[in-house]
């Protein structure tokens, strides 16, 4: 038995005996509220409780000694880890993912922290079949394949055999909180993991539900509706970007900019954010349904019932089905200018947490950290800056959304959520592109709910 499993097994043990202890304190009380308890019973009661008290205690010690123990140890292999060499990396028999800890990674934080000899090495193996290049990509491969290998293997290849390489992890964590900011709405979809194969997902939605009405009288048929669902279909779709770099970097080592895969992190997660607000037909704008605010002159005051509208309307669509999290999207524009208002006027009822002389409280967030505030009704606001701001007959409008948050379905692959390669060597201008890909799915139309304040209202604002 590992230290663990005894941990867990002691922790069972603990808890067994304080539900045993919370049941005699609550025998011992109904033995006391009668008009004349009788005080045997209530002394053996109270013995017991001692007892069991004192076992708690001891027991409760115990499994601190234990954590103690185990913290120990693993600070000890921790620092073990750190400082011992080890030979040359064995051929790794097929077993459960396991974690390289004794031998430094290929292309590390340390020894390349903004990704140059990862994308030199694509460059150089793709150009010349550089030996060195190739080696250390093939070990970089090995080495995710023993980290995440059964995720791994079947996300490296798309459906037409289009092989490449995962973007070592550190680099996408490296760049995780700039590559994030430009993405705030996709971050606060709910996350799905995207299936290994197939171009196609289908997620089912009941078209026709049971019903449930009185019995007319005593043996009569009670009410029966037969329930009925279909599949909607909802495409996988694939992002792409590229980014050249010059034969002369490749061939000497110099002149790969510190951001290339920075861009392209940045670059990938914009435009899955993009997509999933203005894409044609199924981005947010397009499902949502209309909440005019046509206004000359707009104020927040006059704003101020229609953000109230979309958070209603979208309780009443979801009605049960609804989960309480309901949030709003909006541009940075928007929620600066909200908060440069001013008003003499309050709303007729208060809201928890939001003093009764405002209509909002700003959470003083960076943008891209989450939510940044909460709207009048409690709704919590996402900003945006990928939402359109050319809408209207002006081109100067923006939109504010409002949904389920429970109900933007995202789907993104969990392992490698972008592939590299070399492709289409540049010969006439001397550079090679390195293309960087990933496949997502999303819906937002699996109930239909959404809302969006759009109008003259929300025209470019004027601080």
């Known amino acids: ?147 995440r290998g059964d995720k791994l293997v079947s996300r490296a290849v798309g459906t037409s055999a289009f092989s490449g390489l995962t973007v070592p992890q550190y680099l996408v964590d490296e760049f995780a909180p700039a590559a994030k900011a430009s993405r705030p709405f996709a971050d606060a979809c709910r996350p799905h993991a995207l299936p290994a194969k197939g171009m ?58 510190d951001t290339t895969i920075d861009d392209l992190v940045r670059g990938y997660a914009t435009n899955l954010d993009s997509k999933l607000l203005n894409q044609v037909t199924t981005g947010l704008s397009a499902v949502a349904a209309a909440i005019a605010y046509t206004d000359g002159t707009p104020t927040a005051t006059e704003l101020y019932p229609k953000l109230l509208a979309g958070p209603a309307a979208v309780e009443a669509l979801l009605l049960d089905q609804g989960v309480g999290d309901t949030i709003a999207v909006m541009h940075s524009r928007r929620w600066y200018w909200l908060q440069s208002q001013l008003t003499s006027t309050w709303p007729l009822f208060g809201q928890p947490g939001v003093a009764a002389q405002l209509g909002g409280v700003n959470y003083a967030e960076r ?21 359109g ?38 010969a006439k201008s001397l550079g090679v592109d390195l293309v960087v890909y990933g496949y997502f799915a999303y819906l937002f139309t699996r109930r239909v709910h959404a809302q969006k304040v759009a109008g003259t209202g929300l025209v470019t604002p004027v601080f």
Not at 7 to 16: F, P, V
Not at 218 to 233: G, K, Q
Not at 367 to 384: M, Q
Not at 404 to 423: C, K, T, V, Y
Request: glycine share 6%; aromatic share 4%.
């Open 367 to 387: 943008y891209g950290a989450g939510f940044r505030g909460v709207l009048p009704s409690g709704t919590p606001v996402i900003v945006d800056n990928n939402i």
């Open 1 to 147: 038995m590992t230290l663990n499993e005894l941990i867990a097994r002691r922790k069972r043990d603990l808890n067994s005996k304080i539900r045993e202890y919370n049941d005699l304190v609550e025998e011992l009380d109904a033995a006391r509220a009668g008009e004349s308890p009788d005080a045997a019973v209530v002394d053996a009661l109270r013995e017991r409780k001692a007892a069991l008290g004192e076992a708690t205690r001891s027991m409760q010690e115990d499994v601190e000694k234990l954590e103690r123990e185990l913290d120990a140890d693993e600070k000890v292999a921790a620092r073990q880890a750190e400082v011992t060499d080890v030979p040359e990396a064995r051929e790794v028999a097929a077993r459960a993912p396991v974690t390289v800890t004794s031998e430094k990674r290929t292309y590390n934080a340390h020894e390349d922290p903004k990704g140059l000899q990862f994308a030199l090495d694509v460059a150089r193996q793709f150009q010349f079949n550089d030996p060195a290049s190739s080696e250390r990509l093939a070990r970089h491969m090995k080495e995710e394949r023993v980290e």
């Open 389 to 426: 701001t050319a809408f209207g007959a002006g081109t100067n409008e923006d939109e504010i959304y409002f949904g389920g948050q429970s109900e933007f379905h995202l789907w993104e692959d969990p392992a490698a959520p972008m592939l590299i390669r070399a492709e289409q060597p540049k």
């Open 200 to 257: 196609t997902l289908s997620i089912g939605k009941v078209t026709t539900s049971t019903s449930v009405d009185n019995q007319a009288s005593e043996n009569a048929n009670v009410s029966e509706t037969d329930i009925d669902d279909s599949l909607i279909p909802v495409p996988v779709q694939t992002a792409a970007g590229s980014q050249t770099i010059s034969r002369q970097a490749i061939e000497r080592g110099e002149g790969i900019e």
